[in-house]
């Protein structure tokens, strides 16, 4: 089973990243057979990115944070344990064979939990795809 992670804003997916994300899961379903979908289970992005993995019959696992404020309560195949962000959001790139990130602005900020994450999976070598506001893609250690 194929295993992806993911991570992106609060503020959710332009309509680009989301036809570039049905796009790559069709892919991916077409390429691996069965895939699992791992996201931190938060409003905007992940709730976003979740649809669309949910469209292309992949199983997801939500990595919820411990405050739920932010929280979309999607319906997962399987749940773990509540963390906060820092810390869930490296075992979704613990857990899976790559990660795919849906960022605010395509540059790097410092102060993001979307960027943390990348930087985290670039540290373990992890293969990382970028989709920009505009749909295009940028792809590391791959």
């Known amino acids: 089973m194929f295993k992806v992670g993911f991570t992106g804003t609060q503020v959710g997916c332009t309509p680009e990243q989301k036809a570039t994300l049905r ?17 931190g289970d938060c409003i905007g992005a992940d709730q976003d990115a979740h649809g669309e993995a ?3 019959f992949f199983a997801t696992v939500g990595h919820p944070p411990l405050a739920t404020s932010k929280r979309a309560f999607t319906r997962n195949d399987s749940e773990r344990e509540a ?18 990130a849906c960022p605010k602005f395509g540059m790097e900020e410092l102060r993001s939990g979307t960027w943390a994450t990348v930087r985290y999976a670039r540290k ?3 293969p990382i795809m970028i989709v920009h ?3 295009s893609c940028r792809f ?3």
Not at 30 to 38: I, K, L, V, Y
Not at 83 to 100: P, S
């Open 54 to 56: 949910v469209a292309a």
């Open 140 to 142: 590391e250690n791959v």
């Open 23 to 39: 796009l790559r899961f069709a892919l991916m379903r077409e390429q691996s057979g069965q895939c699992e979908f791992h996201h």
């Open 124 to 126: 373990l070598k992890r």
């Open 133 to 135: 506001s505009d749909g």
């Open 83 to 100: 963390k906060e962000y820092l810390e869930r959001n490296r075992d979704i790139v613990n857990e899976t064979y790559g990660l795919i």
